[in-house]
Nanobody
Framework: QVQLVESGGGLVQPGGSLRLSCTASISILNMAWYRQAPGHRREWVAAISSGGVTNYDDSVKGRFDISKDDAKNTVYLQMNSLKPEDTAVYYC?????????WGEGTLVTVSS
């Protein structure tokens, strides 16, 4: 059983920054961030592989940065130049032995 705990969400003004964290109960091999806005489907945002290779959705490329600290079993999502359309619940997800494990999510609200 893998447990993931997100933190770092909150209310921020447009143009501001937030850093989300996702701490796993075991060593991280891969991790992805997803988000789900009200009335919308959950969508993929960014991912990092065990070797540190990163990928981003075009909507966040150049604004968001995913990184990890293996010693802390933690993955981060640094979000800069936030826009109101970034408002969503953000979830982290990892895959182990062909099973998906999700955190419970952290709410990010971008509003003035």
């Amino acid at each position: 059983q893998v447990q993931l705990v997100e933190s770092g969400g909150g209310l921020v003004q447009p143009g501001g920054s937030l850093r989300l964290s996702c701490t796993a109960s075991i060593s991280i091999l891969n991790m992805a961030w997803y988000r789900q806005a009200p009335g919308h489907r959950r969508e993929w945002v960014a991912a990092i592989s065990s070797g540190g290779v990163t990928n981003y959705d075009d909507s966040v490329k150049g604004r968001f940065d995913i990184s990890k600290d293996d010693a802390k079993n933690t993955v981060y999502l640094q979000m800069n130049s936030l826009k109101p359309e970034d408002t969503a619940v953000y979830y982290c997800k990892t895959v182990r032995r062909n099973m998906d494990y999700w955190g419970e999510g952290t709410l990010v609200t971008v509003s003035s």
